[in-house]
């Protein structure tokens, strides 16, 4: 194709340049005028201005978001708190001021200097911490003694405070200052060295939900670099809150139960999944974090060989003991190697190889009934039942209600426990499964490990039919106005598969273990409110008979209670572990009760669906 | 074969504005960077090389008529886009955004060069395809891919400056291209519509970025700060300004462009109302200069090329000094000549040597 290039054609643009001139002009005369009144009528104010450059940049931190209870309770708030911040590029003298500021602030002279010179290379304009939540001495100190601290300014921050201290401290969490792998992430890329954020628990779990957006200021200082005035300020948006599942009054009974004792209790509502009290012992104070942990503190806390940081129940695996045998009568009664009608005789031992396996009563059940053997918790029983099913199918069934693998528990680092197999045992120790380990099996002890979450939800879906409800500890996320965010609804991950007759059975038993005289479970009885449980005692070190009384506290058996009330429509699901607390019925289940007697008080009349209703909508909160 | 008039016509109005420009814009550049610490480079010293490397270009231009870069106008243009195409993939991303591209041992921004590119093919495309009657919205549809192509692409990086430069210097083209009054209306409607779109895709920051000029309380922190701070400069510059280096704003470096979109406000503080006056003076006869050219231009296509690279400077000019006086949203375009920055200096002065090509050969009669 020829181009038109060759032809010599013009183009007619005058008239056009004419208003073009034009628009040039005013563009021009707009800058010009511009630049006459910064430069010309505001010259002077500027140049006053840029002398000592007396503009700063302080940012205000966000409200974090509070954790209320189902109710609408808060579970966190804030308490004001004092901070020393300093502007490098208002201290005349690094030297004069550092032992005025260290006398100020009771602090050692050398750690102010590096922290000083540690922000060499960022904005001489922006404020940096030097210490937070001073005392009142000190903030009297540094106010009268301004003139000698010039650049040095004092700051009220909001703090988060845990008014009940240590109180659901596993769920809740702790905050701590921002590391350098969490500064690296993209959604912490407007966060600082010095934020804090949290570490643990829900705290940090929600922590993209809590932390808000910090705002910031521009303000004008005064030759000793004090604030005079705020020229330009972007308040800051809180953090969103979040409704939990928490009962604060079961809570409050579940804690006061445990104070003294090491071990975890799951409080659940079987309907729903929904966590309404949970506790591990021993814990922590998150107040200590709040404020900066300092460095002793934070060393007796990894130290304490009770591991006070660890949440036992969703981490803590232990042998469940008689407990199991639920999942052993179940797969007896399911594989049909059983029926309820079949008995065996327990003479107080059973003769398994070249070994007498001990029942825990010496002298023996007798002739016994599977109802009576659950309700006795007869262990010569379940051994002969565990050997007509073999290790595979107790396995089978252990898997299939729940055990062996994590729950879904939305807090990290939960633990799946175990469920032996026979290839699991040949995999992992190169020998074969041995005859007597099954006996152990389906007894609760030997490699069998469970979280007393884990047996929660198990329980919980045993109680209501078959269905598997993920634990829920967080029900929503609302605007600090109130706005839903996000709802978490309850989940029910998987229905089991276990006849109506089976379950029907399992429950009346249950019943019976808590009502039924000779029943382990008595002392969970509360008057008028139908409670079905079972006990365990875990044995923490091999041995041949008898109880663990004699033995030192360290070695002493792991005492379980498991139950759920009423037994017909359950409404609560009580899981209480206490370690080295010797025998079940007599350790666990009176905290149980406790519980279950706190709950059937204030619900007593009370119809589940109602119950059901206030608990999915939580009041909004007071300001 | 040499003509005279070759010499006779060369604008020299323009080379000694352009030269005295880029001469002010090292100086600036030599004070904004100052101290000089470390071992690289000074970058006053590498923007010297630049402009060298612009000379260079420009000379090359010089030899050639004008016409012919026409007629390479459209593999210009694509070999462009394919640069813009690299940098989406290939590109280093520095503070944000991703405008670079690694070729052996030297980095340049494609999206400068996509400037040149857009007003050689959009002349290309409007000598080709004439009109009496003046243009219609159908007319426009291949002007508009072509604005649109690169556009989308510069937008992406994100470079919100070079974008809006692309869209005023397309328009401005328009201009003189004799639009039926319907068409523009049209335009006008499209606009409306395009804009809450374009909105609609811009990132959180960004937004925050174009309004906190219109109110500073958005974003005290970051843009806020800039906004305030160049004001302080500009403003405390006063009528003769506080002297070569001794700029306390800017020799206290609190602004992190201050080398390339906020040197104005370094010479604004140091060189004061005067000194800003003559530098906006300079750039404004870089522009008129330009357009004389293409009102004197032989012929269409002369005449086209000139107006692109007039209307270029002219909106890199008011967008960079409008953002550093506060009267337009912080985006990010240089200064032409005096921001520091390789492929900026080489496309202008490559620009320049353009106008004068077509100066040269006004007189001449095409074979």
């Given at each position: 194709m020829r181009l038109k290039l060759d032809k010599n054609e013009t183009l007619e643009i005058s008239s056009v340049l004419v208003y073009v001139n034009i628009v040039i002009i005013v563009v021009f005369s707009l800058i010009f005028s511009r630049l006459w009144h910064l430069q010309i009528i505001n010259g002077e104010y500027f140049k006053n201005l840029s002398e000592n450059n007396r503009i700063r940049i302080q940012e205000i931190a966000a409200p974090r978001g509070i954790l209320y209870d189902h109710q609408g309770i808060p579970l966190v708030d804030s308490f004001p708190s004092f901070d020393v911040s300093a502007f490098r590029q208002d201290i005349p003298d690094m030297q004069a001021l550092i032992p005025a500021l260290s006398r100020a602030l009771s602090a050692d002279p050398e750690k102010l200097r590096a922290k000083l010179d540690s922000t060499k290379g960022s904005s001489p304009f922006q404020a940096m911490k030097l210490k937070t939540d001073i005392t009142r001495e000190e903030l009297a100190m540094v106010e009268t003694r301004r003139l000698d601290l010039p650049g040095i300014m004092v700051d009220v921050v909001i703090r988060r405070n845990y008014p009940y201290g240590n109180l659901a401290s596993h769920l809740i969490g702790y905050l701590g200052e921002i590391n350098q792998e969490e500064l690296e992430r993209e959604e912490f890329t407007n966060h600082k060295i010095g934020y804090l954020v949290g570490k643990y628990g829900i705290e940090q779990k929600f922590e993209l939900d809590l932390m808000g957006e910090n705002g910031g200021r521009q303000i004008e200082v005064n030759a000793l670099g004090r604030k005079k005035r705020i020229l330009e300020s972007l308040e800051p948006n809180p953090g969103n809150n979040l409704f939990l599942t928490l009962d604060l009054e079961l809570q409050k009974v579940v804690e006061e139960g445990m104070a003294d004792k090491r071990g975890a209790v799951v409080v659940m509502d079987p309907q729903s999944g929904d966590i309404l009290a949970l506790t591990s012992k021993p814990d922590f104070d998150p107040n200590l974090f709040a404020r900066g942990i300092s460095p002793e503190n934070w060393k007796a806390l990894l130290r304490n060989p009770a591991h006070p940081l660890q949440n036992r129940a969703i981490q803590g695996q232990y042998p469940p003991g008689s407990v199991f045998k639920i999942i052993t009568a179940i797969a007896g009664l399911e594989e049909k190697v059983?029926?309820?009608?079949?008995?065996?005789?327990?003479?107080?031992?059973?003769?398994?190889?070249?070994?007498?396996?001990?029942?825990?009563?010496?002298e023996g059940h007798g002739r016994i009934g599977l109802r009576q053997a659950i309700v006795e918790s007869c262990d010569v029983y379940h051994y002969q039942l565990g050997l007509r099913l073999g290790p595979?199918?107790?396995a089978k069934y252990a898997l299939a209600l729940g055990l062996g693998q994590l729950t879904g528990f939305p807090l990290s680092n939960e633990k799946p426990g175990l469920v032996p197999t026979s290839t699991w045992k040949k995999k992992r120790f190169g020998i074969p499964w041995q005859g007597g380990e099954t006996l152990s099996t389906a007894i609760g002890q030997g490699y069998n490990l469970v979280t007393p979450l884990q047996i929660a939800t198990t329980l919980s879906a045993?109680?209501?039919?078959?269905?598997f409800y993920q634990p829920r500890i967080v029900q929503s996320v609302r605007a600090p106005y109130g706005e839903m965010i996000r709802e978490f609804p309850p989940v029910v991950t998987r229905n089991i598969h276990v006849s109506p007759e089976t379950l029907e059975f399992i429950r009346e038993a249950l019943w019976g273990v808590v009502n039924s005289p000779g029943g382990t479970g008595g002392r969970a009885r509360v008057e008028g409110f139908d409670v079905a449980g079972k006990t365990g005692t875990a044995q923490v070190v091999q041995r041949r008979e008898g109880r663990s009384e004699h033995l030192p506290p360290e070695q002493q058996d792991h005492a379980w209670f498991v139950c759920f009330a009423p037994a017909r429509q359950?409404?609560?699901t009580v899981v209480a572990l206490i370690e080295h607390g010797g025998h079940g019925g007599a350790a666990a289940a009176p905290v149980a009760r406790k519980v279950l007697e706190n709950f059937y008080k204030r619900t007593k009349g009370i119809s589940p669906?109602?119950?059901k209703m206030a608990r999915e909508t939580p009041r909004p909160p007071m300001e | 074969m040499f003509d005279r008039r070759l010499i006779l016509n060369f604008d020299w109005t323009l080379l000694i504005t352009a030269a005295f420009i880029s001469f002010i814009g090292v100086i600036n550049l030599y004070s904004s960077t100052y101290p000089h610490t470390g071992t690289a480079t000074p970058l006053f010293i590498k923007q010297?090389?630049?402009?060298?490397?612009?000379?260079?270009?420009m000379a090359f231009i010089i030899l050639f008529d004008y016409r012919t870069f026409i007629r390479y106008a459209y593999p210009f243009y694509f070999l462009c886009l394919l640069l813009l195409v690299m940098v989406m993939f290939f590109g280093r991303t520095t503070s944000g955004s991703q405008r670079w591209l690694q070729l052996g041992f030297i980095s340049f921004q494609p999206s400068e060069l996509s400037k040149l590119a857009l007003i050689l093919a959009l002349t290309r495309f409007f000598i080709e395809n004439e009109n009496p009657q003046g243009y219609g919205l159908r007319d426009l549809l291949t002007p508009f891919l072509l604005l649109a192509i690169p556009l989308f692409l510069v937008f992406k990086q994100?470079?919100?400056?070079?974008?809006g430069v692309l869209v005023l210097t397309c328009l401005s083209v328009l201009t003189f291209m004799g639009l039926r009054k319907k068409t523009w209306g049209t335009l006008l409607v499209g606009w409306a519509v395009a804009v809450p779109i374009f909105w609609h895709f811009l990132k959180d920051y960004q937004k925050t970025r174009l309004l906190t000029f219109l109110n500073p309380d958005l974003d005290p922190m970051k843009t806020g700060y800039h906004i305030t701070q160049s004001k302080i400069a500009v403003g405390s510059g006063t009528i003769w300004g506080k002297g070569f280096l001794k700029g306390t704003q800017s020799q206290l470096h609190f602004l992190p462009?201050?080398?390339?979109?906020?040197?104005f406000s370094v010479w604004a503080e140091e060189w004061g109302f005067i000194g800003a006056f003559a530098l906006l003076f300079l750039l404004l006869l870089l522009i008129s200069r330009g357009l004389k050219i293409a009102n004197t231009s032989k012929d269409k296509a002369g005449a086209l090329l000139a107006i692109g690279i007039s209307a270029q400077i002219f909106w890199q000019t008011f967008i960079n000094v409008g953002m550093v006086v506060g009267i337009v949203p912080v985006v990010g375009v240089p200064l032409p000549l005096m921001s520091y920055g390789g492929t900026s200096v080489i496309v202008t002065l490559m620009g320049i040597g353009i106008l004068m090509n077509i100066s040269m050969r006004r007189f001449m009669l095409s074979r």
């Open positions: 059983i029926t309820p009608e079949t008995t065996f005789h327990c003479s107080g031992s059973f003769p398994y190889g070249n070994r007498e396996y001990q029942c825990w009563k010496k595979d199918r107790i045993l109680a209501n039919g078959g269905k359950p409404q609560i669906s109602l119950l | 010297i090389y630049w402009l060298l490397m612009g000379v260079g270009g994100p470079d919100l400056g070079t974008s462009e201050q080398h390339t979109d906020f040197v």
